[in-house]
């Protein structure tokens, strides 16, 4: 069974500052890799997601990630963090014998500083 | 395009009743659809997959009987919790897929048990 871990539950970043969000996963073969965001009280937004090919995947509001596969990891980046990227960011793992089941991690609270 | 919705966003109810939460694709078909739960400053619980026409897959631990979850159609499906406690309230949300691997989340339904 697939899993995900987000080593960081909090992060606070100043405005204007750059931002990496670790995510590692353990699974047998090349999974599939979401990045969410979360603002309180609402659902989950889709950032970008990792199937194949090229592994640095460009997604909205500006940020990125990259599959590591020797690493296990699929970091997101932001070059310079706006006080409204504030909120929770959810890293998730699929797999094709997972029945279109998600694995999230547990999340990443982020906070901006102005 | 990817959007889904749910309805109600937030409701109140008193402890022995049962609600009814809708979740829709709204521009697209969705043959699986999840229910998912999520406690205050936690990461997502699948509740169940729900598939067009079939009955629905519930994770364990998660009382069949308690959230009762119908896919009639490929743009639609409820979760009715029955007989809603104290300890049902919670963040309801829901996801479809589109392609298989992706999902796209609704805003939630938060419930309160009185």
């Known amino acids: 069974a697939q899993s995900v871990t987000q080593p960081d539950i909090h992060i606070t970043v100043s405005e204007g500052a750059s931002l990496e969000l670790r995510c590692n996963y353990s699974?047998?073969?090349?999974?599939?890799l979401f990045w969410y965001v979360q603002s309180p009280g609402q659902g989950l937004q889709l950032l970008l997601k990792?199937?194949?090919?090229?592994?640095l995947v460009q997604g909205i509001k500006g940020f990125e990630a990259e599959f590591k596969r020797s690493q296990s990891s699929f970091n997101l980046r932001k070059p310079s963090v706006h006080w409204s990227d504030a909120a929770e960011y959810f890293c998730?793992?699929?797999?094709?014998?997972?029945?279109?089941?998600?694995?999230f991690g547990g999340g990443t609270r982020l906070m901006v500083k102005p | 395009g990817a959007v889904v919705s749910q309805h109600p966003s937030w409701v109140i109810c008193k402890s022995g009743t049962s609600v009814k939460i809708e979740c829709r694709s709204l521009d697209f078909q969705a043959t699986t659809m999840f229910w998912y739960r999520q406690f205050p400053k936690q990461s997502l619980m699948l509740m169940a997959t729900?598939?067009?026409?079939?009955?629905?897959?519930?994770e364990q631990g998660v009382e069949k009987d308690k959230f009762l979850i119908n896919h009639a159609s490929l743009t639609l499906s409820t979760l009715t919790v029955t007989s809603a406690h104290p300890e049902d309230s919670s963040f309801y949300i829901c996801?479809?897929?589109?392609?298989?691997?992706?999902?796209?989340f609704g805003p939630g339904t938060r419930l309160l048990v009185l």
């Open positions: 699974y047998g073969a090349t999974p599939y």
């Open positions: 990792y199937f194949s090919g090229d592994t």
């Open positions: 729900s598939n067009e026409g079939s009955k629905a897959t519930y």
């Open positions: 996801s479809a897929t589109v392609d298989g691997k992706t999902q796209y």
């Open positions: 998730a793992v699929g797999a094709n014998n997972a029945g279109n089941m998600l694995t």
